[in-house]
């Protein structure tokens, strides 16, 4: 059975940093390539970021320079580091582990507000 667990999110203020997990179990983590998405309220679910297998990453444009995502291996955990978080990074926090299929995890809250 595949599970991610994510963890780390809470309330900061703006201009503040967080980190989110990502433990995942069930899965041969190391082939897979990781995702963090992101839905606010109303909105869409969107791309945060990606890393793949080898490490390489991919970024959103409104996070690039901001966020910043690593894995460990070792551990079966994927993180997401957050700086300079604004108002509207608000929003339920996702990860995925996909190759040739996809897991979510089930989300935590990230609430960005003075």
């Known amino acids: 059975q595949v599970q991610l667990v994510e963890s780390g999110g809470g309330l900061v203020q703006p201009g503040g940093s967080l980190k989110l997990s990502c433990a995942a179990s069930?899965?041969?983590?190391?082939?897979?390539?990781m995702g963090w998405y992101r839905q606010a309220p109303g909105k869409q679910r969107e791309l945060v970021g990606t890393i793949g297998s080898g490490g390489s990453t991919n970024y959103g444009d409104s996070v690039k320079g901001r966020f910043t995502i690593s894995r460990d291996n070792a551990k079966d955990t994927v993180y997401l580091q957050m700086n300079s978080l604004k108002p509207e990074d608000t929003a339920v926090y996702y990860c995925?582990?996909?190759?040739?299929?996809?897991?979510w995890g089930q989300g935590t809250q990230v609430t960005v507000s003075s």
């Open positions: 995925k582990a996909y190759r040739r299929s996809e897991y």
């Open positions: 069930g899965i041969i983590f190391g082939i897979y390539a």
